[in-house]
């Protein structure tokens, strides 16, 4: 081997090394880099992730009453409130919930507690269904649907084809608009369980 040949081998020798040694660095910055993605990534919220707690304070709201009164949640401020979301004013189990909850007005009132009504109807069919029903505490009118999402109370496939509209579920507020009872009913057939919701209110009295 000459001198010149032994050169040559020599430095294709220390290319071959060379390239490995890139090629290796490569490989361990992008180890690297994958490794960091994978600490920072953030999983998918869950669907439960959003939902209400009690502890929280409830999200705020600005509705029409069938006198067509703007009420928000601030003008309870100061006594308890017991939030009714009831799917379609008319239906059987609506008109049954709304007539109940009439019925034990006054039990709610002697406990330092406003009662509310919240459905998707316009205030126009509320201020009839009141009527008809001889209901006195206010219905309020979440005809943009706003408030039912807001709270997470949707009820996505209804009866007759019709969507949206809100799930059975009671919240009960206390004086400082924290949620201190929840209730959310998997089906519209189901009704509330009354005595949990009055015992709810009594604890905060």
Same mark, same amino acid.
Request: hydrophobic share 25%.
């Given at each position: 081997m000459t001198f010149i040949t032994y050169l040559r081998s020599e430095y294709s020798n220390s290319e071959i090394r060379y390239s490995n040694l890139c090629f290796e660095k490569r490989k361990t910055k992008n180890k690297e880099r994958k490794t960091k993605n994978e600490f920072h990534h953030k999983p998918n919220k869950t669907p439960n992730e959003n939902m209400l707690q009690v502890?929280?304070?409830?999200? $705020?709201?600005?509705?029409?009453?069938?006198?067509?009164n703007e009420v928000t949640l601030e003008q309870f401020k100061g006594k308890n409130l017991v939030i009714f979301f009831f799917p379609m004013a008319w239906t059987g189990g609506c008109t049954?919930?709304?007539c109940a909850?009439?019925?034990d007005y006054n039990g709610y009132s002697e406990l330092n507690a406003n009662v509310i009504g919240i459905s998707i109807d316009t205030f126009f069919a509320l201020k009839h269904f009141a009527a008809d029903n001889k209901i006195t505490y206010p219905l309020l009118s979440d005809f943009n649907k706003e408030t039912i999402k807001a709270y997470d109370v949707v009820?996505?496939?209804f009866a007759? $084809?019709?969507k949206d509209v809100a799930k059975r579920s009671t919240f009960v507020l206390d004086t400082e608009g924290t949620i201190r009872f929840i209730e959310i009913l998997p089906s519209p057939g189901d009704f509330p369980n009354m005595d949990a919701i009055k015992a709810a209110v009594q604890s905060l009295k």
């Open positions: 502890g929280q304070k409830a999200p $705020g709201f600005k509705l029409l009453d069938t006198e067509k049954k919930e709304m909850i009439q019925e009820h996505h496939e007759f $084809g019709y």
